[in-house]
Protein backbone atom coordinates (compact mmCIF):
# COMPACT_ATOMS: atom_id res chain seq x y z
CA UNK A 1 0.00 0.00 0.00
CA UNK A 2 2.29 3.02 -1.50
CA UNK A 3 0.47 6.01 0.99
CA UNK A 4 3.05 8.71 -1.10
CA UNK A 5 3.62 8.38 -4.62
CA UNK A 6 5.65 10.08 -7.49
CA UNK A 7 4.09 9.06 -10.41
CA UNK A 8 7.03 10.51 -12.55
CA UNK A 9 10.49 8.66 -12.38
CA UNK A 10 11.97 11.58 -14.20
CA UNK A 11 11.88 14.73 -15.54
CA UNK A 12 14.05 17.09 -17.69
CA UNK A 13 14.14 20.64 -18.03
CA UNK A 14 16.30 23.34 -19.43
CA UNK A 15 18.25 25.68 -16.91
CA UNK A 16 16.76 28.68 -16.03
CA UNK A 17 12.95 27.37 -16.88
CA UNK A 18 10.58 25.70 -14.06
CA UNK A 19 10.84 22.40 -12.55
CA UNK A 20 8.01 20.80 -11.03
CA UNK A 21 7.89 17.83 -9.32
CA UNK A 22 4.39 16.10 -8.03
CA UNK A 23 3.32 14.04 -5.55
CA UNK A 24 -0.18 12.15 -3.67
CA UNK A 25 -0.81 10.82 -0.85
CA UNK A 26 -3.94 9.05 0.25
CA UNK A 27 -3.57 8.90 3.94
CA UNK A 28 -6.16 11.92 5.18
CA UNK A 29 -4.04 11.89 8.31
CA UNK A 30 -0.54 13.32 7.15
CA UNK A 31 -0.41 16.74 8.37
CA UNK A 32 2.71 17.65 7.61
CA UNK A 33 4.97 17.18 3.96
CA UNK A 34 8.69 17.37 3.17
CA UNK A 35 10.78 17.64 -0.06
CA UNK A 36 14.08 15.77 0.33
CA UNK A 37 16.61 15.89 -2.14
CA UNK A 38 19.60 13.17 -2.67
CA UNK A 39 22.73 13.24 -4.48
CA UNK A 40 24.25 9.93 -5.58
CA UNK A 41 26.08 8.32 -2.72
CA UNK A 42 25.12 10.70 0.06
CA UNK A 43 21.59 11.01 2.59
CA UNK A 44 18.48 12.74 1.90
CA UNK A 45 18.91 16.59 2.45
CA UNK A 46 15.24 18.46 3.93
CA UNK A 47 14.48 21.19 1.14
CA UNK A 48 11.27 22.61 2.38
CA UNK A 49 7.86 21.67 3.89
CA UNK A 50 4.26 22.45 4.59
CA UNK A 51 2.05 22.07 7.21
CA UNK A 52 -1.61 20.98 6.26
CA UNK A 53 -2.67 24.13 7.64
CA UNK A 54 -1.14 26.12 4.50
CA UNK A 55 -1.43 25.65 1.08
CA UNK A 56 1.93 27.52 -0.16
CA UNK A 57 5.57 27.94 0.99
CA UNK A 58 8.03 29.89 -0.55
CA UNK A 59 11.74 29.22 0.30
CA UNK A 60 13.97 31.31 -2.74
CA UNK A 61 13.66 29.23 -6.10
CA UNK A 62 11.19 26.32 -4.07
CA UNK A 63 8.08 26.65 -3.13
CA UNK A 64 5.56 23.92 -2.34
CA UNK A 65 2.00 24.07 -2.90
CA UNK A 66 -0.34 21.62 -0.77
CA UNK A 67 -3.73 20.98 -2.45
CA UNK A 68 -5.63 19.10 0.52
CA UNK A 69 -8.62 18.07 -1.06
CA UNK A 70 -7.39 16.40 -3.70
CA UNK A 71 -4.50 14.85 -1.72
CA UNK A 72 -1.98 16.27 -3.69
CA UNK A 73 1.49 18.40 -3.59
CA UNK A 74 3.90 20.17 -5.98
CA UNK A 75 7.33 21.43 -5.46
CA UNK A 76 8.35 24.23 -8.06
CA UNK A 77 11.89 25.32 -8.70
CA UNK A 78 12.13 28.28 -10.70
CA UNK A 79 14.88 29.07 -12.32
CA UNK A 80 16.31 25.94 -12.12
CA UNK A 81 19.93 25.18 -12.62
CA UNK A 82 22.30 22.35 -13.33
CA UNK A 83 23.15 21.78 -9.49
CA UNK A 84 19.49 21.03 -9.05
CA UNK A 85 19.75 17.95 -10.59
CA UNK A 86 19.30 15.41 -8.39
CA UNK A 87 16.81 12.96 -7.07
CA UNK A 88 13.70 14.40 -5.15
CA UNK A 89 11.76 12.60 -2.70
CA UNK A 90 8.38 13.93 -1.12
CA UNK A 91 7.55 12.55 2.23
CA UNK A 92 4.44 13.18 4.89
CA UNK A 93 3.90 12.12 8.51
CA UNK A 94 1.27 12.42 10.71
CA UNK A 95 1.27 14.07 14.46
CA UNK A 96 -0.42 10.62 15.88
CA UNK A 97 2.30 8.39 14.19
CA UNK A 98 4.99 7.30 16.53
CA UNK A 99 7.78 9.71 15.79
CA UNK A 100 6.54 11.23 13.26
CA UNK A 101 8.24 9.24 11.05
CA UNK A 102 8.55 10.30 7.35
CA UNK A 103 6.51 8.33 4.78
CA UNK A 104 8.15 8.76 1.52
CA UNK A 105 7.59 8.64 -1.86
CA UNK A 106 9.87 6.27 -4.53
CA UNK A 107 11.41 9.50 -6.12
CA UNK A 108 11.76 11.59 -9.01
CA UNK A 109 14.87 12.14 -10.77
CA UNK A 110 15.37 16.04 -12.29
CA UNK A 111 17.91 16.79 -14.83
CA UNK A 112 18.28 20.28 -15.20
CA UNK A 113 20.35 20.56 -18.67
CA UNK A 114 22.77 23.84 -19.11
CA UNK B 1 30.42 19.94 12.96
CA UNK B 2 29.79 16.24 12.52
CA UNK B 3 26.54 15.23 10.74
CA UNK B 4 24.90 11.85 10.82
CA UNK B 5 27.93 8.88 9.85
CA UNK B 6 27.67 5.42 9.03
CA UNK B 7 29.37 2.44 8.67
CA UNK B 8 30.41 0.72 6.47
CA UNK B 9 29.76 2.45 3.69
CA UNK B 10 29.61 -0.47 1.89
CA UNK B 11 28.83 -4.23 2.81
CA UNK B 12 28.87 -7.04 0.71
CA UNK B 13 28.41 -10.74 2.25
CA UNK B 14 26.99 -14.11 1.47
CA UNK B 15 23.37 -15.28 2.08
CA UNK B 16 23.21 -16.44 5.24
CA UNK B 17 25.81 -14.60 7.42
CA UNK B 18 24.83 -11.51 10.04
CA UNK B 19 25.80 -8.35 9.13
CA UNK B 20 25.59 -5.21 11.68
CA UNK B 21 25.52 -1.58 10.48
CA UNK B 22 26.60 1.22 13.25
CA UNK B 23 25.30 4.68 12.90
CA UNK B 24 26.27 7.92 14.96
CA UNK B 25 23.66 10.30 15.03
CA UNK B 26 24.07 14.01 15.42
CA UNK B 27 25.10 15.53 19.29
CA UNK B 28 22.33 16.12 21.32
CA UNK B 29 19.33 14.30 18.77
CA UNK B 30 17.29 12.47 21.07
CA UNK B 31 15.30 10.93 18.08
CA UNK B 32 16.67 8.22 16.03
CA UNK B 33 15.15 6.52 12.63
CA UNK B 34 16.27 3.14 10.44
CA UNK B 35 15.13 3.45 7.07
CA UNK B 36 16.36 1.08 3.93
CA UNK B 37 15.89 2.26 0.36
CA UNK B 38 15.68 -0.80 -2.48
CA UNK B 39 16.61 -0.07 -5.27
CA UNK B 40 13.90 2.19 -7.42
CA UNK B 41 12.22 2.59 -4.84
CA UNK B 42 11.51 5.28 -2.36
CA UNK B 43 12.88 4.73 1.64
CA UNK B 44 10.52 2.43 3.95
CA UNK B 45 10.68 3.16 7.62
CA UNK B 46 12.35 0.51 10.10
CA UNK B 47 12.54 1.41 14.08
CA UNK B 48 12.24 4.54 15.34
CA UNK B 49 14.16 5.39 19.48
CA UNK B 50 13.50 8.10 21.47
CA UNK B 51 15.58 8.81 24.25
CA UNK B 52 14.81 5.75 26.80
CA UNK B 53 11.62 4.78 25.78
CA UNK B 54 10.90 1.55 23.58
CA UNK B 55 11.79 2.07 20.21
CA UNK B 56 8.87 1.57 17.81
CA UNK B 57 9.75 -1.59 16.02
CA UNK B 58 6.96 -1.70 13.74
CA UNK B 59 8.49 -1.58 10.30
CA UNK B 60 10.84 -4.10 10.66
CA UNK B 61 9.91 -6.83 8.02
CA UNK B 62 11.02 -9.68 9.85
CA UNK B 63 12.70 -11.10 13.29
CA UNK B 64 15.59 -11.59 11.26
CA UNK B 65 15.78 -7.56 11.75
CA UNK B 66 16.77 -6.12 14.76
CA UNK B 67 18.24 -2.98 16.49
CA UNK B 68 19.77 -1.53 19.45
CA UNK B 69 20.54 1.90 20.54
CA UNK B 70 22.76 3.01 23.64
CA UNK B 71 21.67 5.56 25.41
CA UNK B 72 21.38 8.97 22.81
CA UNK B 73 24.28 7.93 20.89
CA UNK B 74 25.50 5.22 18.56
CA UNK B 75 22.39 2.81 17.10
CA UNK B 76 23.45 -0.88 15.38
CA UNK B 77 20.97 -2.51 12.93
CA UNK B 78 21.83 -6.21 12.96
CA UNK B 79 19.98 -8.85 10.00
CA UNK B 80 20.30 -12.35 11.00
CA UNK B 81 21.05 -14.85 8.28
CA UNK B 82 20.86 -12.43 5.23
CA UNK B 83 18.52 -13.15 1.79
CA UNK B 84 19.12 -11.55 -1.11
CA UNK B 85 15.76 -9.39 -1.28
CA UNK B 86 17.56 -7.29 2.37
CA UNK B 87 20.06 -5.86 -0.56
CA UNK B 88 19.55 -1.94 -0.10
CA UNK B 89 20.93 0.95 1.34
CA UNK B 90 20.09 1.61 4.89
CA UNK B 91 19.81 4.93 6.13
CA UNK B 92 20.07 6.25 9.55
CA UNK B 93 18.37 9.85 10.66
CA UNK B 94 18.36 11.82 13.26
CA UNK B 95 16.23 14.87 15.15
CA UNK B 96 16.60 16.92 17.80
CA UNK B 97 13.30 15.39 18.94
CA UNK B 98 9.91 14.00 17.02
CA UNK B 99 7.84 15.91 16.05
CA UNK B 100 6.67 16.46 12.45
CA UNK B 101 8.17 20.07 12.07
CA UNK B 102 11.77 18.47 13.54
CA UNK B 103 13.93 18.14 10.74
CA UNK B 104 15.63 14.52 10.25
CA UNK B 105 18.98 14.65 9.57
CA UNK B 106 20.17 11.79 7.30
CA UNK B 107 23.36 10.12 7.12
CA UNK B 108 24.79 8.64 3.80
CA UNK B 109 24.02 5.06 4.20
CA UNK B 110 24.80 1.73 4.36
CA UNK B 111 25.11 0.10 0.87
CA UNK B 112 24.39 -3.56 1.39
CA UNK B 113 24.59 -6.19 -1.43
CA UNK B 114 24.10 -9.78 -0.37
CA UNK B 115 25.11 -12.41 -2.70
Known amino acids: DQQVKQNSPSLSVQEGRISILNCDYT??????FLWYKKYPAEGPTFLIS?????DKNEDGRFTVFLNKSAKHLSLHIVPSQPGDSAVYFC?????????????FGEGTQLTVNP | GAGVSQSPSNKVTEKGKDVELRCDPI?????LYWYRQRLGQGLEFLIY????????KSGLPSDRFSAERTGESVSTLTIQRTQQEDSAVYLC?????????????FGPGTRLTVL
Open chain 2, 93 to 105: ASSFQPGTSNEQF
Open chain 1, 27 to 32: NSMFDY
Open chain 1, 50 to 54: ISSIK
Open chain 1, 91 to 103: AASARETSGSRLT
Open chain 2, 27 to 31: SGHTA
Open chain 2, 49 to 56: FQGNSAPD
